[in-house]
């Protein structure tokens, strides 16, 4: 706006970047009177809103995990009580310059067994589940550090979307996602019948693997070959883990990586993500009983 643009020269502390109001005025076509009503005039009600919700916006996209976009302050206003449009968070945040990460582009590292043990894809894409612990998910993927390659294991379940176990190292043997399986055992101690979905990648199709979940009362499930949306809700976690934390900045090497990983999964990823496939609420949120970001901003609803 023109007479902001006046203002914001008229008062510069610095001498040589000041100029008179008259002047400036005269090259920007705008007359005097009009500058000095448009100082005297009192801010809107509209635009106190907008100074008080911009400020909510810059603490909750510096506090929360990561560098999130619209969609994800949206919801964490929601969550909090604040009844906006999404437009207007644009508007307001674009006027900041603040904007989320975009995800790098994602590689194929899925490697099939010379000798698989086969297992039916109990799934189907159905990855829209109700109760907790029934039905989970798991992939591998590889992070490149000083110390060479580490590989990251997980296990989510597919209602709360919550990382119930993960195992990092520096190989790719089947123990690496057997053991992320019983971490996630110990913590969650499903019911036998548990569904395992995966993608068709040597360490699920192994003996050892398929001897694993036979013991453990594992239904063993695999999505098609060469279609990453059969195991969609394991990628996404794996692009946003990446561009979130991995690619934030360079890694030593194991040790230093775990910690990070550690930190970020269990004290950001499970409690303060906020997911689209759920409402927006939070994997934490979702298994304390929530189902909307209504019930959250007013608990008696």
Same mark, same amino acid.
């Given at each position: &706006?023109?007479? +902001? ?18 002047? &400036?005025?005269? *090259? ?22 907008? +100074?008080?919700? =911009? ?31 999404? @437009? ?6 674009? +006027? ?15 490697? =099939?067994?010379?000798?698989? %043990? ?6 189907? *894409? ?16 590889? %992070? ?38 019983? *971490? ?18 040597? *360490?699920?199709?192994?003996? @050892?693997?398929? #001897?694993?979940?036979?013991? #453990?009362?594992?239904?063993?499930? &695999? ?10 809700? =394991?990628?996404?976690?794996? +692009?946003?883990?990446? @561009?979130?934390? %991995? ?27 906020? #997911? ?26």
């Amino acid at each position: &706006m023109k007479y +902001a643009a006046i203002a914001n020269w008229a008062d510069s502390d610095d001498p040589d970047d000041a100029f008179p109001v008259a002047f &400036m005025c005269v *090259q920007l076509d705008v007359s005097r009177s009009g500058y000095y009503d448009w100082r005297r005039r009192l801010p809107s009600r509209r635009e106190l809103c907008d +100074a008080e919700l =911009a400020d909510r916006i810059g603490e909750l996209h510096r506090d929360l995990p990561g560098q999130p976009g619209v969609r994800r302050v949206f919801a964490e206003l929601a969550a909090h009580g604040w009844r906006v449009g999404r @437009k207007r968070v644009w508007r307001l945040m674009r +006027a900041q310059g603040r904007q989320g990460r975009t995800p790098w582009r994602w590689r194929r590292t899925t490697i =099939a067994g010379r000798r698989p %043990i086969d297992a039916p894809d109990l799934l189907a *894409q159905d990855l829209d589940v109700e109760a907790t612990d029934t039905r989970w998910c798991g992939d591998i993927t590889y %992070i490149d550090t000083v110390d060479g390659f580490c590989f990251l294991a997980t296990v989510i379940d597919l209602a709360s979307r919550r990382v119930v176990g993960w195992a990092l190292d520096q190989h790719l043997r089947t123990d690496l996602v057997t053991d992320a399986l019983t *971490q996630a055992l110990a913590t969650r101690r499903p019911e036998p019948g548990l569904i395992f979905h995966s993608d068709r990648g040597t *360490q699920f199709t192994s003996h @050892k693997f398929a #001897h694993f979940c036979a013991d #453990h009362g594992i239904r063993r499930s &695999m999505g098609r070959r060469a279609t990453c949306f059969d195991n969609a809700v =394991a990628e996404s976690f794996f +692009a946003t883990y990446k @561009k979130e934390l %991995i690619h934030t900045r360079p890694w030593n090497g194991l040790a230093e990586l775990r910690q990070a990983t550690f930190v970020w999964i269990e004290g950001d990823y499970n409690r303060r993500w906020r #997911h689209s496939a759920l409402g927006y609420l939070t994997p934490s949120e979702y298994e304390l009983g929530y189902r909307s970001l209504t019930e959250i901003a007013d608990p008696a609803a």
